[in-house]
Structures are given as structure tokens and as C-alpha cells.
């Protein structure tokens, strides 16, 4: 296995329609009405600031989901949330394992488990989101949570 250098993931991620606050690369989970992740067989929950650090990432950029936090890197629509929530995310690019070589932009008909998907080891929830209708409504928002203006 040959593991991605910083800036491939960089421009991978970028190339994926992937945006910036500060220095951290701004990521989007789909989950359910509970914060949890909606494979049924996963027992993570995105709770609202929370650094999730799970035992090892995998960092095969081969492995299109694999062990670690999968998260988008572009925000999906009301299409592919439909009735699930949407967790807003910061990743500090150290932690990113990899850009799976099988990511791409959203496509009509994609579900939350394609799309600009990428591998983390830890993450910070910054707020949690609905969908009503095509509208994107706020439900909670991190506290201590401080927008980095861009440098």
C-alpha cells in the first residue's frame, strides 16, 4: 500500500469541491435523527463537539470505505439526506488518513455512501442541520465553536 502525501490529499480534496475555515478542511456527515451514523452496524454518534479518534484510520486510498471516519467533503443536498440529519465538521489535516481513490462529486443518484467521501481519524462537530423541504435549517450549534476567518 502506498499512502497519499499531505498535498495529494490536499488537492484530491479540493478537486472533490472541498472548502477551508482557517487552516481545517470543512467535512459533512450524513446520520440520523440521533446524531448516530446511519449504518445500522456502526455505533458512532457525531455529538456536537466531539472529537471522535477511533483506533486506526485506514489509510489506503485503494480501500474505497474502510476503518475510520468517513465523512464528505462537499455538502449534500435534500436528495441524498433526505429525511437524516447532516452534521457539520472540522478536520485538521493531519488527521487526515486518505481520499479514497474511488471519491468523486456528487452525482444524481448518489447515496450518503458515495460521493466526495474521505478517511479521518478525528473530527470536531461544529453544528448539526435538517432538512425541511430544500431548505437547510440549524439545530444546534457548538458552543465554543469560533469561525476561523480565512487568512
Not at 475510520?68 to 449534500?76: D, R, Y
Request: aromatic share 8%; hydrophobic share 35%.
Amino acid at each position: 500500500m502506498r499512502e497519499q502525501t499531505p498535498r495529494r490529499k490536499r488537492e484530491r480534496f479540493i478537486a472533490l469541491g472541498g472548502q477551508f475555515e482557517g487552516r481545517d478542511w470543512i467535512a459533512w456527515k450524513v446520520v440520523g435523527s440521533k446524531l448516530g451514523s446511519p449504518q445500522r452496524l456502526s455505533k458512532l454518534t457525531y455529538r456536537i463537539g466531539a472529537m471522535r479518534d477511533p483506533n486506526v484510520a485506514d489509510a489506503n486510498p485503494a480501500n474505497g470505505c474502510a476503518q475510520g471516519l468517513n465523512i464528505h467533503a462537499a455538502q449534500p443536498d435534500s436528495k441524498i439526506v433526505r429525511r437524516r440529519h447532516l452534521v457539520e465538521c472540522r478536520v485538521s489535516p493531519d488527521a487526515v488518513a486518505c481520499v479514497p481513490h474511488s471519491a468523486h462529486a456528487w452525482r444524481l443518484g448518489d447515496t450518503y455512501t458515495a460521493g466526495p467521501k474521505f478517511r479521518v481519524q478525528r473530527l470536531r462537530v461544529v453544528a448539526s442541520y435538517k432538512y425541511v423541504g430544500r431548505k437547510l435549517v440549524l439545530l444546534e450549534i457548538d458552543p465554543d465553536y469560533e469561525l476561523v476567518p480565512e487568512p
